[in-house]
């Protein structure tokens, strides 16, 4: 299972601590030194069955300062992976990966399915 997650996020801290205390086991990776691929999320994005503006962090001060809110409406799927791809402060997290399942953003009661 993979872990992707930039460690100065609040959340993804509490994520962590939620899959330690519940013997989780996973591989850790840091979304600003590691950033997805453009393979990568456009994986994930299948596998997850949701919107990709899902993926994006639309409360970044990246997100912000380009003004994606305005723009993503109108850009093309493609092109919106190629943008999350640049940069791993556009893209929400945590995210898991665990074979067919890819979990955005931490949500306890989603994140159940984990334990086995």
Not at 14 to 27: C, F, I, M, Q, S
Not at 65 to 81: N, R, T, W, Y
Not at 93 to 113: C, M
């Amino acid at each position: 299972m993979l872990f992707i997650e930039y460690p100065k996020c609040t959340t993804c801290q509490k994520a962590k601590k939620w899959l330690d205390e519940n013997g989780v086991r996973y591989t850790d990776r840091n979304i600003k030194e590691e950033r997805p691929s453009y393979t990568e999320l456009e994986e994930w994005h299948r596998k997850s069955g949701l919107p990709l503006k899902r993926f994006f962090n639309t409360s970044g001060l990246l997100y912000k300062s380009m003004g994606l809110k305005d723009k993503l409406p109108d850009m093309p799927v493609e092109a919106q992976l190629q943008l999350l791809a640049t940069d791993g402060m556009l893209v929400k997290r945590p995210i898991i990966v665990d074979g067919d399942t890819v979990l955005v953003g931490f949500k306890p009661g989603e994140w159940e399915i984990l334990k086995k």
